[in-house]
């Protein structure tokens, strides 16, 4: 009878001598499920990456669409930095002036 190992629980050491003594089934086996995790985390990553841009979060959208949104809303994020980094140094000046 063959224990079922979690992918998780293993080292990659023990990983990587489990799958060099398995059969052509185990390896396809194994692959597919290193597969399957691979494509859960990048959907993951997808998730968090629409939850965090404002009017995507929770929203049904491609991930093409994801990524795009992402890229505008770092683009306005940057622009906004920089308007606030101005007015920023526009108060240090005018306090600067106010002191003499």
């Known amino acids: 009878m063959s224990k079922v ?3 998780d629980d293993i080292s990659d050491t023990e990983r990587d001598e489990l799958y060099e003594g398995a059969s052509a089934g185990r390896k396809r086996n194994y692959h597919n499920i290193l597969e399957r995790k691979r494509r859960n985390h990048i959907k993951d990553g997808y998730l968090k ?4 841009i404002p009017d995507v979060e929770r929203k049904k959208v491609s991930r093409i669409q994801i990524l795009k949104r992402a890229v505008e809303h770092i683009r306005y994020l940057r622009a906004e930095i920089k308007r606030r980094e101005m007015y920023f140094q526009e108060l240090k000046l005018r306090l600067k002036n106010e002191e003499y």
Do not use: E, F, Q, W
């Open 49 to 52: 990456l629409r939850d965090s």
């Open 5 to 7: 190992v979690n992918v």
